[in-house]
Each structure stands twice: as structure tokens, then as C-alpha cells.
């Protein structure tokens, strides 16, 4: 390796991959004290869907099965603007966490 990529490297890597950064972070682990976060204030990923909204999904259901007792989810996905199987994400989800009781296969509710 040269001393001209070398130094590219350094300069297009993030200040988190810098060698020092990286042996500051192994003392600190060793030590015992935490981690600065990389990014003050931010976390990662999606914000998780509350229960609440859960909850909604499951009355919304409940409601699109009395409207459109052969397509329920089909029906939800419509007015809410959202893909069939965003819907049956949600619908899912709310079984897992029980807020919905288990399904039946091949039948709405």
C-alpha cells in the first residue's frame, strides 16, 4: 500500500473508522465507561408503531369485515392508501401482540 492511499483513505473514511477513534473506543470498553453515541439525539431505524395504533388497525378491521366481508384487508388498504400487504403486516403484528385474537386460515377475523 502507498502513502498516497493510505491518505485517501483516511480522508473519504468516517471520523468512526479513524485507527485512534477505533483504539479510544477499545480502552473506553475495557475501562467499563460507555460509548459516546456517533450521533447525539438520533437512534436507529424505523420509529416503532404504538399500541394505540394497533389497536386502530384492529377496529378498522373489525369494521372493513361488516363493509366487505370477502375482502377485508383488501378494502383497509384502499382507503388508508397503503399496499395489501402493509395491511397484513399490521394485522399480523396486532395477533402477535394481542391486541387481535389468532386468525383463521381462509376466513376474515
Do not use: C
Request: net charge positive; charged share 20%; proline share 8%.
Amino acid at each position: 500500500m502507498s502513502a498516497a492511499w493510505s491518505a485517501k483513505v483516511a480522508k473519504s473514511w468516517p471520523d468512526q473508522y479513524n485507527t485512534m477513534t477505533l483504539i479510544d473506543n477499545l480502552t473506553a470498553v475495557r475501562s467499563g465507561t460507555p460509548l459516546p453515541r456517533t450521533r447525539p439525539g438520533v437512534s436507529r431505524g424505523r420509529k416503532a408503531l404504538g399500541l394505540e395504533f394497533y389497536q386502530q388497525v384492529a377496529l378498522d378491521y373489525y369494521s372493513s369485515i361488516e363493509r366487505s366481508p370477502r375482502s377485508p384487508v383488501k378494502l383497509m388498504a384502499t382507503e388508508r392508501g397503503v399496499s395489501v400487504a402493509a395491511v397484513r403486516s399490521w394485522i399480523h403484528t396486532a395477533r402477535k401482540i394481542g391486541v387481535m385474537p389468532p386468525g383463521t386460515r381462509g376466513r376474515p377475523g
